[in-house]
């Protein structure tokens, strides 16, 4: 297993995973991720946004899931987890938990905050994003973009120390 940047040759395969996710859940509807713009091109989405990043997990040369952070609210120093997917054959040996270290070991050099959407009935899902510290929100933050989503999270950050930074 191997956890690393998205690369552009990744755009087409992370895509499919994506969808036959959301297509599996019943959840390839307007206002999900299923119809996001950037979806087919993720490696130039992210590459375009300061302090954001994709990350890819291959397994024997295939990739079988992702996860991201990008800037969500830049006045308030808060960023979102966003498109974290796996593939069915790969579910439930861990690997979206080091997804998401991955992602927030990430977060924490840019960021005071995570926030994160997802659905009530993806119960696994939940579970992780508490395991991890989420904290569920009564309502989405300001600027949420997928109107399907009916749970919101946002976890508080370690920020470095300012006065090590003014270094």
């Known amino acids: 297993m191997i956890i690393r940047e998205i690369q ?34 993720l490696y130039t989405y992210y590459a375009n946004l300061k302090h954001a990043k994709y990350w890819i997990v291959e397994m ?3 990739v079988v899931g992702g996860i991201g952070i990008a800037p969500f609210d830049k006045e308030h120093a808060i960023c979102e987890l966003q498109k974290l997917y796996l593939a069915e054959t790969v579910k439930g040996i861990g690997l979206g938990g080091k ?10 050099e840019h960021y005071e905050q995570c926030y994160l959407e997802t659905m009530h009935e993806l119960k696994t899902a939940c579970i992780l994003y508490e395991k991890y510290g989420f904290d569920l929100l009564n309502k989405p933050l300001s600027g949420s973009e997928h109107s399907t ?10 920020v470095r120390d300012l006065l090590e930074e003014a270094k």
């Open 8 to 41: 552009p040759k990744d755009n087409e395969a992370i895509k499919k995973v994506i969808q036959r996710s959301l297509e599996k859940l019943g959840l390839n509807v307007p206002g999900t991720a299923y119809f996001d713009p950037q979806l087919s091109d």
């Open 60 to 62: 024997e040369n295939t």
């Open 99 to 108: 997804l998401v270290e991955v992602a927030l070991s990430f977060a924490e």
């Open 149 to 158: 989503m009916d749970a919101w999270y946002i976890k508080r950050l370690k």
